[in-house]
Structures are given as C-alpha cells and as structure tokens.
C-alpha cells in the first residue's frame, strides 16, 4: 500500500510522464525483451515497430499517475488491460520481471538526479499496488472461465476443421476441440488467443470470433497483412486438420443487452465482431442498421451472408461504402463514410447503441460523427485490435 508521501511523488511525476513517457516506455521494452526472451511471445513486435505498445504502456502509466487517489477513475481501462491479458495468458511470473525492467528503465531515462531512491521506492509501491489488482482480477476470471460450462485454463489443442475464403485478403478458421468436449461460449464481440510456432519461435496472437459461438466450434477471420508474421503463416500455411492451442475466449467488448435500435459501424476487418454482435441481435426484434466500409468490392467479406441476412429480416438494413469503385460490386456509396452519409443512414431517432470498429482514423473519425449527430457518447462503443490509444 502507497503511504501519503509516495502518492505525492508519483502525482509530481506526471508532468514528466507527459513530456518523455513514451521514450521511457520504449527503453523499457528494448531492454525487457532483449534481456527476458520467454516474454517475448507475449508482445507483438509489429506493434513495437509501429511504436503503437510503447504509446498504450505510456498513456497507461500516465493516466494510473493521474489518477493513483482514485484508481476508479480509470474507468474500463483495467477492464481492457486485464482482458487481453487473459486472453494472451499473462501469469503472476510475469510482474516481477515487467516491475524490475519498468524501474531501470525510470531510472535510466530520467537519471539519478530526477529517478532518486525515494522516486524509485514510490514508483515500486506504485507498481506492485497496480500488479496487485491485476494478478487478483486475472485470476479470477482464469478461474471464472475455467470452471464455466465447456470452459478450460491455459491453453487446449484445437483443430482446423475448416477454412473459407472469403475476400480477396481474408480467410475464415473453424476450430474444433481434439477432445471433443463442448467449448466455452463466447459473448459476441470477444476474441481467442492462438499459441503458435513459426520457425521455431511462439507466437501469442488475439483474434476477434466472427461468428456467434455453438458450443462445439470457433471462427475467426483473418486478414493478410503485409509484413504480417502470424497472419501470412496462418493464410499460407494452416491448412484443414492442422492442430494449434487456443486460450478461452475473452474480452470486455461485448454486446450489451437492450431494445434501443443497433448501430453496428465497421471498416475492413473490423467487421469481424460485429458478425458475431449481428448474429446475436436478428434473434431478438431489435431494429439493426449494419454500415461496413471496404477499400472496394474484392476486399469486402461476408457480403453476400449480410444480404441473405436482410432478406430475411425486415429489421436488419445494410448499408455498403467503398473508398474506390473497382467495378466489382456495387455500394450505396463510393469514398469516405462522411458526416452526411452517416446522418442519411442511421436510424431517424439517434437514441442508439452504436458500436464501431475499424482503423484507428477511421473511429476517431466516427466518434466525431456520432457525438456531431446526437449519438449520446455513453452509448457510442469501440475497440482497438492493438493497444489502446486516444481517438483525437
């Protein structure tokens, strides 16, 4: 527990952390990774490349410094973190060697001038209060999971049992459990963790289910990325009868229960929650309106399901934008999603829960169109793929 003296050292550290926060954390990741390779796994190197995990870890450790009297404050932000931990398999072992590189690294970025013992004691209090929270609300919920129905801890050996194309860039898994057993189901909007080794090196990756879960089987829907080390394998490689380990599904990106109209938003692969989310709604009477924009028709996925979907459904209406027209499906619009757009095909009442995912300009451009057009921000919901940051 934080005494008085070392919650005011940390609260005089965030104007630091808002200066040079995002060159500590890279430190601290160059050094954590190179020294501690059976961490590895657990971070996407494609996100350190893009500098997109030392900028979350970074907002991360500043808004906890803000906030550190009032840790519920934080809002879903622990939710999120705790989450994808799960999902990746994130275990007690792993705190202390994050804990010890996150202060050398404070102390080596800031210098000993600034990073004295009484700094390096406050922000190791700091650190094992946070790792504290998080190893008590991850263990519950590896237990919670564990011992649901058709539920497992750590990781379970699937199968391939089937594989669609189903755009130019994006292939649907199916997997089925070797044992046979039942599956834990998933709330629409979740994701799995898949283990997997390419040339000899694990790889820990998160992917959205696109499909509503049975009981018996999961799908995700994967897009080629170019440079992609886990989605070029899977596209190239994994093939039906193939065996890999899945962690259970998690995620706190969920449908919420309710009658108010759907608003499901999606561009790219992001439409993949949203199937399962859409899946989930046309059981119920609840007025859907599905908006998905695509680089053009070759790219767009599950189209053809969508349409069959609204035929069958008077209160599903699909709306399609593609950003070019190249000549091989129609789209009710051709470029950007705009304001105008937007306002044209939502529901006329804008009391609604919307959920959105897609690129990152693509939801901060969004956001600003819903709260623009009356969308109360409460019920305006996303998700980043990645790590987390700030739609501004």
């Not at 959205?208 to 490689?237: M, P, T």
């Amino acid at each position: 527990m934080l005494n008085a003296d070392q919650r005011a050292i940390i609260k005089a550290t965030v104007p630091l952390l808002e200066s040079g926060g995002e060159a500590l954390t890279t430190h601290f990741y160059k050094m954590m990774l190179s020294e501690y390779p059976e961490v590895r796994p657990l971070f996407n190197q494609a996100h350190q490349a893009s500098g997109d995990q030392p900028r979350a870890l970074a907002n991360g450790v500043l808004m906890y410094a803000r906030h550190i009297d009032r840790l519920e404050q934080l809002g879903g932000l622990v939710g999120q973190i705790i989450n994808k931990h799960v999902a990746l398999q994130i275990l007690p072992e792993h705190y202390p060697i994050v804990g010890s590189c996150l202060l050398r690294a404070i102390e080596e970025v800031l210098g000993k001038d600034i990073a004295t013992p009484e700094v390096i004691a406050a922000w190791g209090a700091a650190y094992g209060q946070l790792a504290d929270i998080l190893i008590g609300a991850e263990e519950g919920l590896y237990k919670a999971k564990e011992e649901a129905d058709g539920g497992w801890r750590g990781a379970r050996d699937f199968r391939v049992v089937r594989r669609e194309q189903e755009s130019s860039e994006i292939v649907s898994f199916y997997f089925a459990p070797i044992d046979g057993k039942p599956v834990l189901k998933a709330e629409p909007g979740q994701y799995i963790g898949l283990q997997l080794f390419i040339d000899g090196a694990e790889q820990r990756r998160n992917y959205s289910l696109s499909a509503l879960c049975d009981g018996e089987q999961y799908r995700i829907s994967v897009k080629r990325e170019a440079g992609g080390k886990v989605s070029n394998h899977l596209h190239d490689q994994l093939q039906v009868g193939d065996t890999l380990k899945l962690f259970p599904p998690s995620g706190d990106f969920t449908l919420a229960p309710g009658d108010k109209p759907l608003v499901l938003i999606s561009g790219g692969v992001g439409i993949t929650p949203t199937l399962a989310m859409l899946e989930a709604a046309l059981k119920t009477e609840r007025p859907v309106h599905f908006i998905h924009c695509a680089r053009n028709g070759s790219v767009h996925a599950f189209r053809d399901w969508i349409d069959s979907l609204a035929a069958q459904h008077p209160q599903l209406q699909r709306f399609y934008c593609y950003a070019e027209d190249d000549g091989s499906r129609d789209a009710n619009a051709v470029g950007l999603l705009t304001q105008d757009l937007l306002a044209e095909w939502l529901p006329r009442a804008r009391d609604v829960d919307a959920y959105f995912l897609g690129p990152k300009g693509f939801m901060a451009a969004i956001r600003r169109h819903l709260k623009a057009l009356g969308v109360p921000d409460a019920q305006s919901r996303y998700e980043f793929f990645g790590p987390a940051a700030a739609l501004e």
